[in-house]
């Protein structure tokens, strides 16, 4: 099927450009000296880098580009939310060149990757905000939860650091590095250049439990979602436009065997699985080290196929496929699945903006900058 912006109903149109502008109002200052030489600092810059034409069918569509936050406010701020945060502290290398070309090197190499430093960054910020606390590696440390366990790219981080630290040591923090690639990751699996204000520090504390209590493992009902959610300042479209993130990646089939077996304890599959998707799930899944991936239909590419697959009873996970049914987030995830995906990737943008600026610390005396991501620098605490 194709993208159908006709189809959609106007109203809820209305709410996601709505959404999109008062994000954008009220976020960052964006710099005329955005890095033209050295990063993918445009859209433009970074197509003609991924050799992707900015004619593609979709892309005119929607005037949406005359949307864009204030050009002028704090330009060169030193604090936190500033895009230009790094321009004096490492002037002659570009911070966010640097993490550009790391993580297309590891993508380029395994494209899986790209979903996993995402999915890292949402497990940093739901935990204590985003203080790259998940990367911090020791007993009973957020990184050794139990829902912490198939987490991966933790190694990518580790290696943009190590570059980073050789041209402006102490001075990049790890936070702002694993938000930064989290974003390039999603842009090189087809998502739209969004701006990654910086100036995050890192944190000190990171527990395991409260990483065990708080993030989602794919069976949670949505009010616990939206609760979560809102415990972190985002709201219901925050939440169905980025679960949408499900667009691109996998899972491991542990998450989904009860629903495809023994739904609830019923000895039966979920009775809301589209047939012929349970048929396949059931043989894709038969161990559950086994991955499946998200979104079926189109796996490795950012696009709204995801909420199509909603609208089509093909979520793999439950907390997927009740966006669709649970009348707080229907209306939004039935529009998002008949949005052109360039727009969904303008909304996306401006909700991962949010994410990332959950619980940052920022402040005079809070968090530090890391030199080595894995451990705080001193052990006075
Ligand atoms: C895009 O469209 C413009 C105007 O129609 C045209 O001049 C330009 O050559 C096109 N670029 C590509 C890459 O197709
Ligand atoms: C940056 O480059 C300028 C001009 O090339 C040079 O004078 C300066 O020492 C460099 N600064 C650092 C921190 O490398
Ligand atoms: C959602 O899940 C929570 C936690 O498991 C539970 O306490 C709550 O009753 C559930 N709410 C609904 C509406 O099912």
Redesign the pocket.
């Known amino acids: 099927m194709n993208c159908c912006y006709s189809s959609i109903s106007s109203l809820i149109f209305i709410i996601l450009i709505f959404h999109l502008i008062s994000i954008s109002s009220l976020a960052y200052p964006v710099d005329q000296d955005v890095d033209h030489q050295h990063g993918p600092s445009t859209d433009q810059d970074l197509s003609s880098t991924m050799g992707y034409s900015p004619n593609s069918s979709e892309d005119d569509s929607i005037a949406i580009t005359t949307i864009v936050p204030p050009e002028n406010e704090m330009l060169g701020s030193e604090e936190w939310p500033s895009s230009s945060y790094y321009h004096r502290r490492?002037?002659?290398?570009s911070v966010e060149q640097i993490i550009y070309r790391k993580v297309k090197e590891w993508v380029d190499k395994d494209y899986t990757i790209a979903p996993s430093l995402l999915r890292l960054h949402f497990h940093d910020c739901a935990v204590r905000g985003c203080d790259a606390s998940i990367l911090l590696d020791c007993e009973e440390s957020e990184r050794r939860a139990d829902v912490s366990k198939t987490l991966r790219a933790f190694e990518v981080i580790d290696d943009i650091k190590t570059e980073i630290e050789k041209e402006?040591p102490k001075t990049v923090s790890c936070a702002d590095i694993l938000t930064a690639a989290a974003r390039d990751a999603t842009v090189l699996l087809g998502a739209k250049y969004w701006t990654v204000p910086f100036g995050r520090k890192d944190g000190r504390v990171s527990i395991a439990k409260e990483a065990d209590a708080i993030v989602p493992r794919g069976h949670e009902n949505t009010t616990t979602l939206l609760e979560l959610f809102q415990s972190m300042g985002l709201d219901v479209s925050d939440l169905v436009i980025l679960e949408g993130a499900h667009t691109i990646g996998r899972s491991s089939c542990r998450e989904v065997q009860k629903r495809i077996y023994d739904h609830k304890g019923s000895g039966k599959p979920d009775g809301s699985i589209k047939k012929e998707y349970l048929n396949y799930l059931q043989r894709k899944c038969r161990w559950e080290s086994e991955y499946v991936e998200l979104d079926e239909e189109t796996p490795w590419k950012f696009d709204t196929m995801y909420y199509k697959n909603l609208v089509n009873n093909m979520g793999l996970l439950s907390t997927d496929q009740l966006l669709i049914s649970d009348s707080r987030t229907k209306p939004i995830a039935k529009a998002l699945a008949s949005i052109p995906t360039s727009l969904y990737a303008h909304i996306f943008g401006a909700s991962m903006t949010k994410l990332g600026s959950v619980g940052v610390l920022a402040g005079k005396d809070e968090g530090e900058i890391r030199t080595n991501c894995n451990f705080v620098n001193s052990y006075d605490y």
């Open positions: 490492c002037p002659n290398k402006c």
